[in-house]
């Protein structure tokens, strides 16, 4: 049988029609009941825990330091990998000679010419002292003469020549004196210029003791068998070739890979209640799955921050493994743990999504009668997702996981889909 054109677009309008009815009174019904997702209140454990990142150091480790006894900034010239397994006796860092030994050239050249200026000194004392003993001696000479060939009879001299023989003696008397403390002056001048000569010599041999020093301690070897771990600067950065080091600055250690432990930060924020003696599992990196036991020993009192360039602050504290394997825990390996702030059985925990604040007053919402209610509770401990219940509700209540007074408004699609249902 065929059927007109015009009957079949009557027939695919009907159909169409009977289809968004069906749909349009099931959406409907959907949008009346609205339904509120919920909660049942059962007892169980509750524990808080925090997040703790950081890495892992030996307990005891020899430290490698520049010698205090090089006096100055050293040149690497030769640094071994960080990571390294050395052997007692291995080089660790070798420093460069080129300016210790300019240092002990330039200090034996000061000592050179410090003996050179102590031996002329000397020699000018010596020249001094007998040129002005010559004059002192041939002056005293000239005054006994005088004295004893003095001109003193008038009746024999004239008075013109016993005034110039008095005259003659007074002139050698003077030449004598001034000599004589001529003779004095030129010693002890001559004994300060040897005496700052030594002062040059002393500070010559110092310069060259420590350049030699220097060079004596341009080569720092591995004490004992063990792991290099160079140290690392506020940037996280090692030492390198051509770095320069100073006295008594450490470079590298050589821990004790038997007894390790881990060194790890909490964020200032999720620090409360973070002491010695809580329990802090922790995994490895590059190993998951592998959980191993740890316990905080040692909390700083203080947060600090870990870069110049953030802000954020976070507590420091170390962690004590229950057990050390050496076969794959080193030191420097990152870690992360988590530290259990609070742990308790049997408690009432609830999702902090489905406590709301009303009336300045905390409330969830509980199933009673087919609708909720508002029911007042008090919160003891609490975590970021959970909170514990100190009192308003008992273990088998049912409560809403939102405020389900609100009313939550529909979609574009949701309401053109109502529209066309109507």
């Known amino acids: ?42 007892r169980g454990r509750f524990v808080r825990e925090v997040e703790a990142l950081g890495t892992l150091k030996a307990v005891k480790a020899t430290p490698v330091l520049v010698p205090p006894e090089s006096g100055r900034a050293q040149k690497v010239a030769f640094l071994a990998k960080d990571g390294a397994f050395l052997k007692k006796g291995d080089v ?15 200090g034996q ?34 005054l006994d003469r005088a004295e004893k060939f003095k001109l003193t009879d008038e009746g024999i001299f004239s008075r013109h020549q016993i005034i110039e ?9 003077s030449q004598a004196d001034v000599a004589g403390k001529k003779l004095r002056a030129s010693g002890k001048l001559s004994s300060a210029e040897r005496a700052l000569g030594e ?62 432990e881990a060194n790890v930060f909490v964020l200032e924020a999720d620090g409360a209640g973070l002491k010695a003696g809580l329990k802090a599992p922790l995994v490895i990196e590059g190993r998951p799955g592998e959980e191993h036991q740890a316990t905080v020993s040692k909390v700083e009192p203080l947060a600090k921050t870990r870069d110049g360039q953030s802000p954020v602050k976070f507590f420091e504290a ?28 049997s408690v009432l925990a609830i999702p902090r999504g489905a406590v709301f604040e009303k009336d300045g007053k905390r409330v969830v919402y509980r199933r009673q009668s087919g609708g909720f209610v508002p029911v007042e509770i008090k919160i003891g401990r609490q975590s970021i997702s959970r909170v514990v219940l100190d009192s308003g509700l008992a273990a088998g209540d049912v409560i809403a996981l939102r405020d389900p007074t ?6 574009p699609a949701a309401s053109s889909a109502a529209e066309a249902a109507k």
């Open 92 to 106: 660790v860092v070798e420093f460069d000679p080129y300016d210790a030994q300019k240092e002990a050239a330039d």
């Open 1 to 42: 049988m065929r059927v007109p054109l015009g009957g079949r677009r009557g027939l695919a309008l009907a159909g169409a029609l009977a289809v968004l009815a069906f749909v349009g009174a099931g959406l409907a019904r959907t949008i009346e009941k609205d339904p509120v997702a919920t909660f049942e209140v059962r």
């Open 318 to 345: 170390t962690l004590s493994l229950a057990r050390t394997d050496p076969a794959f825990m080193k030191p420097g390996q990152r870690v992360r743990a988590l530290v259990r702030l609070e742990e308790a059985d």
């Open 199 to 260: 002062i040059d010599a002393g500070k010559a041999k110092f310069k060259v003791e420590v350049a030699e020093k220097g060079l004596r301690s341009l080569r720092i070897e591995a004490p004992h068998d063990g792991l290099l771990v160079l140290e690392r600067n506020w940037r996280g950065e090692t030492a390198f070739v051509g770095d320069t080091m100073w006295p008594a600055q450490k470079i590298a250690e050589l821990p004790d890979l038997s007894d390790l």
């Open 109 to 142: 050249a000061d000592l050179t010419a410090a003996r050179a200026k102590i031996d002329k000194a000397e020699a000018e004392g010596q020249k001094n002292e007998r040129s002005l003993g010559l004059d002192r001696d041939v002056a005293k000479e000239e």
């Open 165 to 173: 023989s008095r005259l003659d003696r007074d002139l050698y008397a």
């Open 406 to 411: 609100e009313k939550r408004s529909l979609g």
